[in-house]
């Protein structure tokens, strides 16, 4: 397979779309295991990071499962239908306000409901994906693939189908509207730490199975997204691009 180019952070979305597209053609069947890390590092010619983060992706989409040990199948068919539906997003020509403003209203209520249905283990996927958020200081992609993971295991611990599939295609859109994003999200880390604090409350409030909690903490959270968006035409004097006091509590 032809070298792919390594510019760019949004490597692992095209590995992962390359990956689908020989599932999609019958490369590999249901049921099938997936080459290994490091096949598939020499398939694409690129790091295992990006092969790592490429298959989350596509666990998340639903189309592969990951095994602890054991490595990556192909997901069955039916399983990916029910998550799988591709809204056509890239079609939209909505800016992200208009995006999080329907987030705000099927995450809020995907929060809730999840703070009832939610399984143990579930939860500490969870918190898994806030510890991930922490620990990547580094690359932007990598800590947004723990974000993703956040929101949509939230989705999926709803147990409604709906809501993974919704979400998932919200995402989608997402990582690209991130490549637009304005300098906020850049510029300032603590606004990136703000933003992981905010998903750390959605989680306390899980734990504590407080549903309504849990959904003021994202309406919060998106709230703060949506400034982080808002354009920023100049360089902020001391104290001036605070996040409104409003918003910005737990």
């Not at 990006?50 to 298959?55: D, Q």
């Not at 705000?104 to 579930?122: F, G, N, S």
């Amino acid at each position: 397979m032809e070298e792919l180019r390594k510019d760019g952070s949004r490597l692992f979305l095209t590995v992962a779309e390359q990956i689908k597209n020989r599932i999609d053609t019958g490369e590999f069947a249901p049921g099938e295991r997936l080459p290994s890390e490091r096949e598939l590092v020499k398939q694409h010619g690129v790091s295992r990071g990006v092969v790592r983060e490429a298959l989350v992706s596509l666990q998340l989409r639903g189309v592969v499962d990951i095994r602890v040990g054991s490595g990556a199948y192909v997901t069955e068919a039916k399983a990916r239908a029910n998550v799988g539906v591709d809204l056509d997003l890239d079609d939209w020509t909505s800016e992200p306000f208009d995006l999080i403003a329907v987030r705000k209203v099927v995450e809020c209520a995907a929060v809730r409901l999840a703070a009832l249905t939610a399984t143990d283990a579930e939860i500490s996927l969870i918190g898994e994906a806030v510890d991930g958020m922490k620990r990547e200081q580094r690359p932007f992609v990598r800590r947004h693939t723990f974000d993703r993971q956040f929101h949509v295991t939230i989705a999926e611990s709803t147990h409604n189908p709906y809501y993974a599939l919704l979400i998932n295609a919200f995402w989608d859109r997402w990582f690209r509207l991130l490549d637009d994003a304005p300098s906020r999200l850049a510029r300032q880390p603590e606004n990136r730490d703000a933003a992981i604090k905010d998903h750390e409350v959605i989680y306390q409030c899980l734990r504590m199975r407080d549903g309504d909690g849990a959904a003021i903490a994202m309406e919060r959270h998106l709230e703060r997204v949506k400034w982080l968006f808002s354009p920023v035409e100049k360089e902020p004097t001391k104290g001036s691009e605070r996040f409104p006091s409003s918003v910005s509590s737990p």
